[in-house]
Nanobody
Framework: QVQVVESGGGLVQPGGSLRLSCAAS????????MGWYRQAPGKQRELVATITSSRSTNYADSVKGRFTISRDNAKNTVYLQMNVLKPEDTAVYYCKITASAMYGPVIGYWGQGTQVTVSS
């Protein structure tokens, strides 16, 4: 079993910055891709950014040039640096870790979510 815990959300003014962190813990697992998704009120959950084990990245068009995803394999942690935040970035941000436990299948593990609110 893999536990996933996000942190770093909060209230920020338009144009501001926030850094989200997501740490995976457990024993005997191998992490493949790591990613961030978000869900605004009344909307479906959407992909924000992903990063593979080889550090290949993918971003939603709406965040390209403003958000940066990175990972620290030694700490089993993925980060999302969010700059030039806009009110439309307001959402609950979820971390997803794709991993396999020892001898187990590859599964996507979700965190509990962290609220990001962009407002003046």
């Amino acid at each position: 079993q893999v536990q996933v815990v996000e942190s770093g959300g909060g209230l920020v003014q338009p144009g501001g910055s926030l850094r989200l962190s997501c740490a995976a813990s457990g024993s005997g697992f191998t992490i493949y891709s790591m990613g961030w998704y978000r869900q605004a009120p009344g909307k479906q959950r959407e992909l924000v950014a992903t990063i593979t084990s080889s550090r290949s990245t993918n971003y939603a068009d709406s965040v390209k040039g403003r958000f940066t995803i990175s990972r620290d394999n030694a700490k089993n942690t993925v980060y999302l640096q969010m700059n030039v935040l806009k009110p439309e970035d307001t959402a609950v941000y979820y971390c997803k870790i794709t991993a396999s436990a020892m001898y187990g299948p590859v599964i996507g593990y979700w965190g509990q979510g962290t609220q990001v609110t962009v407002s003046s």
